[in-house]
């Protein structure tokens, strides 16, 4: 059984620009979870997918988007990146919403 | 925006110390959890508490939720240089959205 898994690892972009990053959940896993992990700090929710509709979002600007796709993979689009975009980025996966979230291993984004 | 705190925010002990970590809030979770994460790595669950003054066991870690499910805490007992790693605790609210505190980084030196 394959697990969560984010691409890319890691990416530098600089502040203006737009970032995709990617995350295949884990296989029978319909519902998908996005965090945002600052350095030092723990990490917060920026929304939640469950069979391609978003289901729940966080505190965060219109800039921040995604996508869930019929294989239950999923994208997090961020606009306009801002230098406080830097952070970890985390992707988590559950069977449905309210069974435990298995995470991914981040992808870790730069902006200069 | 229900908020948890975590304490403390750094820890080094020796090994074969024992530990106490702390998550507070002053809201309401259905339940609560704690994961450990290792660095280049996502989080890790290692328990969920539900019921208000529940308490778990996992070998030497011991988990415990407040009696007003508000508050919980996780010791360690006989640390060992395989526990070091950041511990968050997490709390869930409706739709699965999960709530974290700002972590404990636990260095266990031998």
């Known amino acids: 059984e394959t697990g969560v898994t984010q691409s890319p690892t890691h990416l530098i972009k600089t502040r203006g620009q737009q970032v995709t990053l990617r995350c295949s959940s884990q296989?029978?896993?319909?519902?998908v979870s996005w965090y945002q992990q600052a350095l030092g700090q723990g990490p917060q929710f920026i929304f939640q997918y469950y069979r391609e509709e978003e289901n729940g979002r966080g505190n965060f600007p219109p800039r921040f988007s995604g996508l869930q796709f019929p294989n239950y993979s999923s994208e997090l689009n961020v606009n306009a990146l801002e230098l406080d975009d830097s952070a970890l980025y985390l992707c988590?996966?559950?069977?449905?919403?309210?069974?435990?979230?298995?995470f991914g291993p981040g992808t870790r984004l730069t902006v200069l | 925006t229900q908020l948890l705190e975590q304490s403390p925010q750094f820890l080094s002990i020796q090994e074969g110390e024992n530990l106490t970590v702390y998550c507070n809030s002053s809201?309401?979770?259905?339940?609560l959890q704690w994961y450990r994460q290792e660095p280049g790595e996502g989080p890790v669950l290692l328990v969920t508490v539900v019921t208000g003054g529940e308490v778990k066991k996992l070998k030497r870690l011991t988990f415990q939720f407040g009696d007003a499910r508000k508050d919980s805490s996780l010791h360690i007992t006989a640390a060992q240089t395989g526990d070091t790693g950041l511990y968050l605790c997490a709390g869930e609210e409706a739709g699965n959205m999960l709530t974290f505190g700002g972590g404990t980084r636990l260095m266990v030196k031998p």
């Open positions: 988590a996966s559950s069977y449905q919403t309210g069974r435990e979230q298995f």
């Open positions: 809201s309401v979770f259905s339940s």
């Open positions: 296989s029978g896993h319909n519902t």
